[in-house]
């Protein structure tokens, strides 16, 4: 069973900054497409960003393009979203997801990936 577990959420100020961390629990995790969504009060799931298996491609929602990194570190099995200038629109749940992959490329809709976490809240006060 793989098994997802975010980490790194809190409260933050409009421009500020915070770095989730996505620890997964499997024995090859470089062969797992890697994302990042959220859900905000009263909306629905959205992609925000996602990294192939290697960490060589990446790929982000255009609303945090420019702010967010995504990163990977293999050796670790932990997946990252650096998060810079936050806005009190990106408040919302963070959620991590995994999918087992062939191919060296991203996966943007929630539906392809099989592993979710639990979440972590991310709140950006005005």
């Known amino acids: 069973q793989v098994q997802l577990v975010e980490s790194g959420g809190g409260l933050v100020q409009t ?13 090859t995790f470089s062969s797992y497409a890697m994302g990042w969504f959220r859900q905000g009060p009263g909306k629905e799931r959205e992609f925000v ?3 192939s298996r290697s960490g ?4 982000y929602a255009d609303s945090v393009k420019g702010r967010f990194t995504i ?5 670790k099995s932990t997946v990252y979203l650096q998060m810079n200038s936050l806005k009190p629109e990106d408040t919302a749940v963070y959620y991590c ?3 087992l ?19 972590t809240q991310v709140t950006v006060s005005s």
């Open 15 to 27: 421009g500020g900054s915070l770095r989730l961390s996505c620890a997964v629990s499997v024995r």
């Open 49 to 51: 960003a996602a990294i």
């Open 56 to 59: 060589g491609t990446t790929y």
């Open 71 to 75: 990163s990977r570190d293999n050796n």
């Open 97 to 99: 997801a995994a999918r």
């Open 101 to 119: 992959i062939l191919h060296t490329g991203v996966v943007v809709t929630p539906n392809e990936y099989t592993y979710w976490g639990q979440g």
